[in-house]
């Protein structure tokens, strides 16, 4: 099984769970394909313009807050209520802070910062609605309600992957799926190199640095030397001139 076979696999039963959330009840296994291929395609097009924006913003790998807010806002997760260019008009017609008194000051920056992340606020607001508290509930994520008694003799709610995992593994999903995108991270294991003068990529890596480093000295050296061949030629032409 490929990556992205893997990955499709893992991505069916969210989107199954949306669309039943939704009111689906059945759909044609083409339909269903092309759904996950589209979901697959935004989320990894939502990676790569985070991604782009942390490279962009602060020549890190490592995305933050203003990165991913960027981001949706590119993908059209997050619409703002104005354009950049009515933004700029409105900054410039505006009164400026520094002309209020202080307590009209305070007042004033809470409603602009208030203006500035109304998109932000109406995206969490759609995700802690009744439609993803429904989603939720079909995927098995929802804690229910329980009394004293039923919370005793109840099992501990999974998802749909961890039931899947320990239905398919015997062993346990430890050992299983250890070194997968499913499971724990392997412990690095050095690889030993047999039949040459090292035994580790390690030691292959050093001994190459240090080989580059005395290469470049020698290299240095030899054009020391053949600097002062050259003057000494040159002194020398300079004396028979002169003697002659």
Same mark, same amino acid.
């Given at each position: 099984?490929?990556?992205? $076979?893997?990955? @499709?696999?893992?991505?069916?039963?969210?989107?199954?769970?949306?669309?039943?959330?939704?009111? !689906?009840?059945?759909?044609?296994?083409?339909?269903?394909?092309?759904?996950?291929?589209?979901?697959?395609?935004?989320?990894?097009?939502?990676?790569?313009?985070?991604?782009? *924006?942390?490279?962009?913003?602060? @020549?890190?790998?490592?995305?933050? =807050?203003?990165?991913?807010?960027?981001?949706?806002?590119?993908?059209? =997760?997050?619409?703002?209520?104005?354009?950049?260019?009515?933004?700029?008009?409105?900054?410039?017609?505006?009164?400026?802070?520094?002309?209020? $008194?202080?307590?009209?000051?305070?007042?004033?920056?809470?409603?602009?910062?208030?203006?500035?992340?109304?998109?932000?606020?109406? !995206?969490?607001?759609?995700?802690?609605?009744?439609?993803?508290?429904?989603?939720?509930?079909?995927?098995?994520?929802?804690?229910?309600?329980?009394?004293?008694?039923?919370?005793?003799?109840?099992?501990?709610?999974?998802?749909?992957? *961890?039931?899947?995992?320990?239905?398919?593994?015997?062993?346990?999903?430890?050992?299983? !799926?250890?070194?997968?995108?499913?499971?724990?991270?392997? $412990?690095?294991?050095? =690889?030993? =190199?047999?039949?040459?003068p090292v035994e580790s990529i390690e030691e292959w890596c050093k001994r190459t640095r240090e080989q580059g480093a005395k290469n470049a000295a020698n290299g240095?050296?030899?054009?020391?030397?053949?600097?002062?061949?050259?003057?000494?030629?040159?002194?020398?032409? $300079?004396?028979?001139?002169?003697?002659?």
């Open positions: 099984m490929s990556s992205n $076979d893997l990955f @499709n696999s893992l991505l069916r039963p969210a989107v199954l769970h949306i669309l039943r959330a939704s009111g !689906f009840h059945s759909a044609k296994s083409s339909v269903i394909d092309t759904l996950i291929d589209l979901t697959a395609r935004y989320l990894l097009l939502l990676a790569s313009r985070t991604a782009h *924006n942390a490279y962009s913003n602060h @020549n890190d790998p490592i995305p933050d =807050i203003t990165d991913v807010r960027m981001a949706m806002q590119d993908c059209g =997760i997050l619409v703002p209520s104005l354009t950049g260019a009515e933004e700029v008009w409105k900054e410039i017609l505006r009164k400026p802070l520094h002309e209020y $008194d202080e307590r009209s000051r305070a007042n004033e920056q809470k409603k602009r910062d208030a203006e500035d992340i109304a998109d932000v606020h109406e !995206f969490i607001e759609w995700v802690k609605g009744d439609q993803n508290k429904e989603i939720h509930r079909i995927a098995g994520l929802a804690k229910q309600s329980l009394t004293e008694t039923e919370a005793l003799d109840a099992v501990e709610l999974e998802d749909y992957l *961890n039931t899947l995992m320990k239905k398919h593994s015997k062993t346990g999903v430890e050992s299983r !799926f250890q070194g997968t995108v499913l499971g724990h991270a392997s $412990d690095p294991k050095s =690889i030993r =190199i047999e039949g040459g240095k050296e030899k054009q020391g030397q053949s600097n002062e061949v050259m003057q000494s030629i040159e002194e020398s032409g $300079d004396v028979v001139m002169e003697s002659q």
